[in-house]
């Protein structure tokens, strides 16, 4: 299966009523903190695997459900121009004329939007945690009770970086859901989603973590709980249960061709929305911390180039101009091995630590650069999104690394913003395996930036086995390690 064609589906797919005017933002549905932790009790062993055991979850779902709210919202939405858009057709085919003359008329003005989703309160007196994609945009938010009282909702605030949303509704002694942490979670262990899939309220569905800390190509900082859990849409912003009985996060998106669940569902770690909830309700906003640069994962390649004995750490790819990191004295080719004394495993891990930090905090970075480590001081700067490099590579054409190459003109360096670098016109060899790109602006290798085209042909003339070269692909920087052989 190729990753590349799966499409990422926010929870609350839509869903056009083209016949009737009404629109569906898709099904999304919430869920509520439970009393106690419920118990789980193990079922009888699987036959032909001694000492099997498989979970009852059913106490869970008895004891949490009433707190698991459906969510619906209405907005409006302006129509088209009043006709059809021109089909593209050529001007000299016979049908030309005809569609010129005879376009139907769409609705004008604004029509109707309503969609559902999921949620779950979090304390009596009615505050509700869902994802902001359910309540952006909407006009009128309700919530809906499983003892079918309904009420109007309030939305306290979003934060879209997360795809957290605060809700509140006016009421008292409502039945909440127990909170835990995410943290001690297992790859493995069961977990169970309550939710309105598709509109069918209190649904439940079960399955296992199969992995922590997912990064996904949408730019957030979050990192995300990826299970198997069978999520659809209208699960959005509902509860994602440990077999205490305790949220651990709120489903939030899927992978899928179809739209629908095949196996990869990810959920927002409840510390993240918890946090995001408390800075709302006492701020009204969420403010996080930035460093101002873009970043992406040290793979066993990379580490080689850099000298790294294991493949760990954020590996720096682009600094922005005056940001907290450029004022620090960080730069592309750094490695970013811990913050304030946590060690940072994977690049995905410090998005998040950074974000929790206030503005104006001094965080202190430990840093590799060429072949020893050093402290850094940096003064946190107001958030803007930490962005992951796409991990997609490219492809090249003559001589040891087998690109062919230009240098930029001064208009195009004007353009790019850029100092230096090569353009990359055509691709083979080592390049090519190791995906290098046609367009490519390679910047520099091994940390040493590029000039012209008979400075790279040195560098590679005289480098090792492996090499890290740093490329400008479109908007994005990223390095890319490049075997010599």
Request: glycine share 12%; proline share 5%; aromatic share 4%.
């Amino acid at each position: 299966m190729n990753a590349n064609r799966l499409k990422l589906t926010v929870g609350a797919a839509a869903v056009i009523a083209a016949l009737t005017g009404a629109y569906s933002l898709g099904n999304i549905e919430a869920l509520g903190k439970a009393h106690a932790a419920a118990p789980v009790t193990l079922a009888a062993s699987t036959p032909g695997v001694p000492g099997s055991a498989l979970p009852d979850m059913s106490e869970i779902v008895a004891r949490n459900g009433q707190a698991v709210v459906n969510i619906s919202v209405s907005a409006t939405r302006k129509a088209g121009n009043g006709h059809a858009e021109m089909p593209q057709i050529d001007p000299d085919d016979p049908f030309y004329e005809f569609f010129r003359r005879f376009r139907i008329p769409q609705a004008q003005g604004e029509v109707p939007v309503r969609g559902q989703g999921s949620g779950f309160i979090i304390d009596a007196n009615g505050t509700v945690l869902t994802n902001a994609h359910v309540v952006d945009g909407a006009d009128e938010v309700t919530v809906k009770l499983t003892d079918k009282r309904e009420f109007t909702a309030k939305v306290l605030g979003m934060d879209k970086a997360s795809d957290v949303a605060v809700l509140k509704i006016e009421g008292k002694n409502l039945p909440v859901v127990k909170t835990g942490s995410s943290s001690g979670t297992r790859v493995g262990e069961w977990v169970l989603a309550i939710g309105s899939p598709f509109g069918f309220e209190n649904s439940a569905s079960a399955g296992i973590v199969s992995a922590k800390s997912r990064s996904l190509p949408d730019g957030s900082y979050v990192p995300f709980i990826q299970t198997d859990v069978a999520v659809n849409p209208g699960n959005s912003g509902g509860p994602l249960f440990n077999m205490a009985g305790e949220v651990i996060g709120i489903n939030s998106q899927i992978y899928s061709r179809s739209g629908g669940y095949q196996g990869l569902s990810f959920a927002i770690p409840i510390e993240v929305a918890m946090h995001v909830e408390q800075q709302i309700v006492t701020h009204g906003k969420v403010q996080r911390g930035r460093l101002g640069v873009s970043i992406q994962e040290v793979n066993q390649s990379l580490a080689d180039s850099f000298g790294l004995k294991q493949p760990t750490g954020a590996l720096v790819d682009a600094v922005e101009k005056n940001s907290p990191a450029a004022k620090a004295g960080l730069e592309p080719g750094d490695v970013i091995l811990a913050i304030d004394d946590k060690p940072i495993a994977s690049s995905g891990e410090l998005p998040l630590i950074v974000a929790g930090m206030a503005p104006g905090e001094t965080a202190r970075l430990k840093v590799w650069r060429n072949g020893g480590t050093r402290s850094i001081d940096i003064r946190v700067g107001q958030f803007g999104d930490e962005k992951v490099a796409a991990k997609d590579t490219p492809e090249a054409a003559k001589g040891r690394l087998g690109v062919v190459v230009r240098a930029l003109s001064p208009e195009e360096l004007r353009r790019a913003e850029l100092n230096g670098g090569v353009l990359v016109q055509d691709v083979a060899g080592a390049a090519a395996r190791a995906g290098i790109q046609p367009g490519d602006v390679i910047l520099s290798i091994n940390g040493e930036a590029i000039s012209g085209t008979d400075q790279l042909r040195k560098l590679v003339a005289k480098a090792g086995k492996r090499i890290a070269v740093l490329v400008e692909r479109e908007d994005a920087r990223i390095f890319i390690p490049v075997d010599l052989g």
